[in-house]
């Protein structure tokens, strides 16, 4: 069964609503259009210097969600979600530089100068860094897109749960992950089955101060 979503609930219903969902009804299929528009809505998050190294690999066929699901500890939901995406960072993101300040550049937003200094930068300031780095990079932009993602997905009416518990070394390997992509985390997506456990958080007091800490 196929579904479409078309209504869009305001943000504080979409983030009050928003709940990791472990079990999904494997009857439903998102539409590759749908799918598609959710990615869109996630791509728009904002990431160092407008470099965008996420990277998605969408997994819907059925015998390799069945493949994913010992890499995800067997993991019940990663068969009866829609999809599983894996989220991916880019280790050499910064080569999309050039692609990407040329189309601001055609789009009115930068000026031919502009680009080239953030060409200049990504090409050597960005290629150069300590690989650690590169990952803490790459790790804080997919950890902002893949919110987005789970945020875009529940204002469609669909649920979603982050995996960062699964075999990454071997999740890289059988599905052919090229060396220079990094696995950041999956996440499964489809219908609710049950909703998701209620949770609590800490009060503001714990986790925010003003000017000192």
Avoid: C
């Amino acid at each position: 069964m196929s579904t479409t979503m078309t209504t869009k609930p305001d943000f504080q219903t979409v983030i009050q609503e928003r709940h990791s969902v472990r079990q999904y009804d494997p009857s439903v299929k998102i539409p590759r259009e749908e799918m598609e528009a959710i990615l869109k809505d996630a791509t728009l998050a904002p990431s160092s210097s407008n470099l965008q190294p996420w990277r998605f690999l969408v997994i819907d066929d059925e015998d390799l969600l069945k493949k994913l699901h010992p890499i995800a500890n067997n993991q019940e939901h990663v068969l009866q979600a829609s999809a599983v995406i894996a989220v991916l960072g880019d280790l050499k993101w910064y080569e999309k530089g050039e692609k990407i300040y040329s189309m601001s550049e055609e789009a009115g937003y930068m000026t031919e100068e502009v680009k080239q200094r953030f060409i200049h930068t990504a090409e050597n300031m960005y290629a150069n860094l300590d690989p650690s780095i590169k990952e803490s990079i790459v790790d804080v932009d997919a950890g902002l897109i893949s919110m987005q993602l789970m945020l875009s997905a529940r204002a469609r009416g669909y649920d979603t749960v982050p995996m960062g518990g699964y075999n990454k070394d071997r999740f890289v390997e059988e599905f052919r992950i090229p060396s220079h992509y990094r696995s950041v985390m999956l996440i499964a997506i489809g219908k609710a089955a049950a909703p998701g456990r209620p949770t609590v958080r800490l009060p503001l007091e714990d986790v925010a101060f003003w000017n000192e800490i």
